[in-house]
């Protein structure tokens, strides 16, 4: 199938699952909430220290589970009780949510790794072995992004960009990644994923060749005034049409 006939570019993706005040971000819940509309899903992976892959945005534990603590220095038996947002919901893991959402509705699947590309990536294609849902990966880093290339060529994968300034990256790094520089020669992306916000601008435009996802759509305003530059967004707060 062409690609700007397949989800990726038609069916729009709801960010971190279909959430809302009762339901936590990157639950469960949100997951199903999502399937019911009609909705594909976006979802972040992170690693623990003992290698295993969870569900969640954030470096650190605060913000979802009011709990102290990084990630990447928690074991599952450190956080398999926590509770997101004072509700019945808990983090899971990578294995739980594709064994509920069980092919129901595709996935984006954001590697959330800035580090040392290898071992992570190689966990996350084990996991996605025998997964007969549709789904496609996407990173900012680029070098995550080509060892899908070189390991997994099958699997779509997408670059994940915006202007950077508050990526407390390195200047030279920052630039780059807003520029996609690396594109052509390192990712060799099937689809860019760009922050809304920053669209229009003069590097998505290069890639006319490809899908452009917008992210993240928040309200009825900026979905007006960004989807006749883009095929598909990411969304939260609002119900676009499917």
């Given at each position: 199938m062409n690609i700007f006939q397949s989800w990726i570019a038609t069916k729009p993706i709801a960010h971190r699952g279909l959430h809302n005040a009762e339901i936590p971000e990157?639950?469960?819940?949100s997951f199903e909430n999502a399937i019911n509309n009609n909705y594909a899903i976006e979802i972040d992976l992170r690693a623990l220290s003992d290698g295993t892959i969870v569900v969640f945005h954030d470096e650190t534990l605060?913000?979802?589970?009011g709990q102290d603590g990084y990630l990447s220095n928690l074991r599952y038996d450190d956080i398999k009780d926590l509770r997101l947002l004072k509700?019945?919901?808990k983090i899971p893991t990578f294995a739980q949510t594709l064994k509920f959402i069980a092919g129901r509705t595709p996935l984006l699947i954001e590697i959330k790794n800035m580090g040392k590309v290898g071992d992570f990536e190689k966990a996350v294609l084990k996991e996605l072995q025998g997964y007969k849902g549709e789904f496609a990966?996407?990173?900012f880093n680029p070098y995550s992004l080509e060892?899908?290339?070189?390991?997994a060529p099958h699997i779509k994968r997408g670059q994940l960009s915006s202007n950077m300034k508050n990526s407390g990256l390195p200047f030279f790094k920052r630039l780059a990644l807003r520029r996609m520089s690396l594109n052509k020669k390192v990712s060799e992306p099937n689809f860019i994923a760009y922050h809304s916000p920053d669209l229009p601008n003069k590097y998505v435009k290069k890639y006319k060749n490809l899908p452009l996802i917008a992210w993240c759509i928040r309200t009825n305003e900026e979905y007006d005034r960004v989807k006749k530059l883009c095929d598909n967004?990411?969304?939260e707060n609002i119900t676009p049409l499917v």
């Open positions: 990157l639950s469960l819940a605060g913000r979802m589970t509700s019945k919901e990966i996407q990173s060892w899908f290339k070189i390991n967004i990411v969304f």
